[in-house]
């Protein structure tokens, strides 16, 4: 009868250490979770500005402007002359 008291003590300590795990890794699941939310979002923000600047850079870069600009000095060259 001790034997079985010993086993039955230790298998209800071992079911009582592995709620316990089971409830601290479900509480690291929900951090984890948190934190790809809060990544995710960052990320969309960031994506957001990248094509914004990509925009900027190609208007920036373009021909058109690019003529305007050259037009622009040689009419200043022109009326300074």
Same mark, same amino acid.
């Given at each position: 009868?001790?034997?079985l008291?010993?086993?039955? $003590?230790?298998? $209800?300590?071992? /079911? =009582?250490?592995? @709620?316990?795990?089971? =409830?601290? $890794?479900?509480?690291?699941?929900? !951090?984890?979770n948190?934190?790809?939310? @809060?990544?995710t979002? !960052?990320?969309? %923000? $960031?994506?957001e ?9 190609n ?6 402007? /690019?003529? /305007?600009i #050259?037009k622009? %000095? ?5 009326? #300074?002359?």
């Open positions: 009868m001790n034997k008291s010993f086993i039955l $003590v230790c298998s $209800v300590f071992i /079911n =009582v250490l592995l @709620a316990l795990h089971l =409830v601290k $890794v479900r509480w690291e699941n929900v !951090q984890l948190e934190n790809i939310e @809060a990544l979002i !960052q990320n969309n %923000k $960031v994506l500005l990248h094509t914004k600047l990509i925009t900027e850079l208007i920036l870069n373009s021909n058109a402007k /690019n003529e /305007n #050259d622009e %000095k040689k009419k200043k060259i022109e009326n #300074d002359e």
